[in-house]
């Protein structure tokens, strides 16, 4: 289950469980998702319906058929970076951090437009 943190007035962290929404894998499309990204039923920690903000960004970006919003950028280093190491690293914080294995899906739903 995803969590959600938050510091309270005493500065201490809170834990708060985010509850998927019922019955939203039913429009989730899992053969469409296998066959198109490559995503597997066993790959699926969650399915949540994409906030407000996200449907916002996500419409943007398919009106404007896939140009806007498309965040690319150097970094450029006076070290010597080993591409492997930089790799791993990548790796292991995909592992840790679920918000870097989110996946927006579009759905035939008008309630839920977005899965992620």
């Known amino acids: ?66 140009v806007a919003f498309i965040s690319t950028f150097c970094y450029c280093s006076e070290l010597q970076l080993d591409k492997s190491a930089i790799e791993c690293v990548w790796f292991r914080l995909l592992e840790d951090l679920p918000v870097l294995r989110t996946t927006f899906i579009a759905t035939e739903c008008a309630d839920f437009q977005y899965c992620n």
């Open 1 to 66: 289950m995803a969590q959600l943190v938050e510091l309270n007035q005493h500065n201490s962290i809170t834990s708060h469980t985010i509850a998927p929404v019922m019955g939203i894998q039913q429009y989730v499309d899992a053969e469409r998702l296998s066959s198109e990204f490559g995503i597997t039923n066993d790959m699926i920690q969650t399915v949540l319906p994409a906030t407000p903000g996200q449907v916002y960004m996500l419409s943007g970006w398919q009106t404007s058929l896939d």
